[in-house]
């Protein structure tokens, strides 16, 4: 089974400041999606950015990118010019391709941002 | 703009209760899934439904049961609430590239 794991259970970055939270996920299967997830304090979960694992480019969401390390099963969320509003758990999550939309999707434990005005 | 909708936001049952958890998506989807969240081990999927009256588990789906009568509803059940089933529940259906969730349920058994 797919495992997702994410090391750092809290992070803290300065307003306007650059952080990086990690993810790293086994599997056998070489096609798949990885997900960044943010849920905000008592609000619903949103995407931040997927990656399809047969694009060896990393994926870029505006202040949103990702570091996609296929061979080393790597996937880190580089987080630039943060903001207040980006203060949020952050999940890492994996979704198989074998059975498109029907196939469930496996997390990590979560990273904790806390950003400092 | 797309919804998946919870019935309650917070529950507070008792030991021993029967408790339903409402899920409804108006995305036409056929999926339609159960994770709990719990800190520490992020979201585990307890059971999911990949068609109308099918159900499947998933890791954690003891003490639970489903129910998916339209494809628009999608019902999480404890036939008998106990404490270690306090928790957050999530549902959510799957697009092509995104997965939509409700907004949670905090449920407590006391």
């Known amino acids: 089974a797919q495992t997702v794991t994410q090391s750092q259970p809290e992070m803290s970055v300065q307003e306007a400041e650059t952080v990086t939270l990690s993810c790293t996920y086994d599997?056998?299967?070489?096609?798949?999606?990885l997900f960044w997830y943010k849920q905000p304090p008592s609000r619903q979960m949103i995407l931040v950015i997927r990656?399809?694992?047969?694009?060896?480019q990393n994926a870029t969401e505006n202040r949103f990118s990702v570091n996609f390390q296929k061979a080393a099963k790597s996937f880190s969320l580089k987080i630039s010019d943060s903001q207040l509003g980006d203060a949020a758990m952050y999940f890492c999550?994996?979704?198989?391709?074998?059975?498109?939309?029907?196939?469930?999707?496996?997390f990590g434990a979560g990273t904790r941002l806390t950003v400092k005005p | 703009d797309v919804k998946v909708t919870q019935s309650s936001r917070y529950l507070v049952k008792r030991t021993g209760e029967k408790v339903f958890l409402e899920c409804v998506q108006d995305?036409?989807?056929?999926?339609m899934f159960w994770y709990r969240q719990d800190p520490g081990l992020g979201l585990r999927l307890i059971y999911f439904?990949?068609?109308?009256?099918?159900?499947e588990k998933g890791d954690i789906p003891e003490g639970y049961s489903v129910s998916r009568e339209k494809k628009e509803r999608f019902s999480l059940i404890l036939e008998s609430a106990s404490t270690n089933q306090t928790s957050m529940y999530l549902c959510?259906?799957?697009?092509?590239?995104?997965?939509?969730f409700g907004q949670g349920t905090r449920l407590t058994v006391v």
């Open positions: 999550a994996y979704r198989s391709a074998l059975r498109g939309v029907s196939e469930d999707m496996r």
């Open positions: 599997t056998s299967e070489s096609d798949y999606y």
């Open positions: 990656q399809e694992a047969y694009k060896q």
């Open positions: 995305m036409d989807h056929e999926n």
């Open positions: 439904s990949y068609d109308v009256k099918m159900k």
């Open positions: 959510a259906t799957h697009g092509r590239w995104v997965a939509f």
